[in-house]
């Protein structure tokens, strides 16, 4: 088969334009940019930094987990924050959740993000088992 | 072979620095960021959003087009654009011109793009019937 | 195996917080968004911009390696740039650094970056021999 299977899942935000959350293909898991927007659609641009990362990550997180992978799986990570400055609350917070897992990652400032977030987060990620 | 085979199309933009317009291997396609440009090599950062919005897209297709993809094995899509009121606008066009494609996407608000361009997209897709 | 496998290199700069310097999963070598700084963890944010540029690019193509590739077998490299100005300096040296080495590219102008860095550089390399 050579189409990408879309992820659809309830445990991330909904996708809120012409994407899916995440696609499959090859063994690899493609993860849309997740904002801090709950699963039932509440956007939360106005929360403390740490809650909107959290948010968008296990966005992320259950995105790969829907697709067939897991933080351990995970390969390159791409993070887009508003203020600098967060930079080390961001890094300890993803510290916290990924554990032992270490991906590949970049941290991109930007001076603005939709729906007035402080971060978003996109991934590529491995399918557990996956041809490799 | 372990080289990526380089994509060269005049269906797209030319290539306008030391890159090449996408490239292939394992049986996928690496878009370059594609800007408003005719295939002609005309700059567009004078247009209307939607303009612009709809010759980056045609660049990005007609390149995974001549790395034997298709709308449909996108895989993920990355826009950048300078004016994060242009969403609406963006997801619009792209919805029309994708279909039933839903590819997964990170949309990236930027303050300003090369050539005063208002929109710049890339993409990874699969070469149809490739690999997976 | 489905875990990625961490590059870990003294040719590059060392991890500045939770990731891997790039992670290596089937046939494909993922690097993390690289900063002008040495191996020995000096940052270089202060130097001319050609010369954070190269520093960079070292350190990507110093990943790159130690994963098992080549800059031949560059697939995609993402420039993020402080100063769209800088464009042509930062072609002119990308392309004397690469020679006949021509992967996908996207250039995005950024307002800063971590450090006061004016320039971050990730990729996607295929690993020598690898898999396709």
């Not at 050579?2 to 499959?24: C, E, F, K, L, M």
């Not at 641009?45 to 909107?52: A, H």
Request: proline share 8%; aromatic share 6%; glycine share 12%.
């Amino acid at each position: 088969m050579s189409t990408p299977r879309p992820i659809i899942t309830n445990d991330a935000a909904p996708a809120g334009g012409h994407y899916s959350q995440g696609t499959v293909y090859g063994g690899l898991i493609y993860v849309s940019g997740q904002l801090p927007t709950r699963p039932d659609g509440t956007r939360c641009g106005d929360l403390p930094f740490r809650e909107q990362a959290a948010l968008a990550l296990q966005n992320v997180l259950a995105i790969v987990a829907a697709g067939g992978g897991r933080p351990e799986t995970l390969l390159k990570v791409t993070v887009y924050i508003v203020g600098v400055e967060h930079w080390p609350e961001f890094n300890a917070l993803y510290a916290e959740r990924l554990g032992d897992a270490k991906p590949a990652r970049a941290v991109i400032p930007v001076p603005r993000l939709n729906h007035g977030a402080l971060v978003e987060i996109d991934a590529v990620a491995a399918v557990v088992g996956g041809g490799a």
